[in-house]
């Protein structure tokens, strides 16, 4: 039995990181390109600012995601071959 639930918090576990890297990710971008295009639609004012926020965090996040999956996958070659120890490695 103690197996059993071990392996349902491991499985809850990877079940959160595939929603969110595999359907989060692409939702945060979709929801960057919805709000720049506010701004091309002819958004004014204050309602400019904020979609230009709004748009520059979702692609912000998106990105910095991005950069440290890369590393994460890296990280073996760089601590062996670099010497430059990221991420746990």
Same mark, same amino acid.
Request: with cysteine; proline share 1%; charged share 10%.
């Given at each position: 039995?103690?197996?059993?639930?071990?392996?349902?918090?491991?499985?809850?576990?990877?079940?959160?990181?595939?929603?969110? /890297? =595999?359907?989060?990710?692409?939702? +945060? /971008?979709?929801?960057?390109?919805?709000?720049?295009?506010?701004?091309?639609?002819?958004?004014? =004012?204050?309602?400019? @600012?904020?979609?230009? @926020?709004?748009?520059?965090?979702?692609?912000?996040?998106?990105? +910095?995601?991005?950069?440290?999956?890369?590393? /994460?996958?890296?990280?073996? /070659? *760089? @601590?062996?071959? *670099? =010497?430059?120890? *990221?991420? =746990?490695?």
């Amino acid at each position: 039995m103690q197996t059993f639930l071990s392996n349902l918090e491991d499985l809850w576990q990877v079940t959160l990181a595939a929603l969110l /890297f =595999g359907a989060g990710l692409p939702t +945060i /971008f979709a929801l960057g390109i919805r709000y720049r295009a506010r701004i091309d639609d002819g958004a004014t =004012g204050s309602d400019r @600012a904020v979609s230009m @926020a709004l748009s520059a965090m979702c692609f912000g996040v998106v990105m +910095i995601a991005v950069v440290v999956g890369v590393l /994460f996958i890296a990280r073996g /070659f *760089l @601590a062996s071959r *670099l =010497g430059i120890h *990221l991420l =746990g490695a």
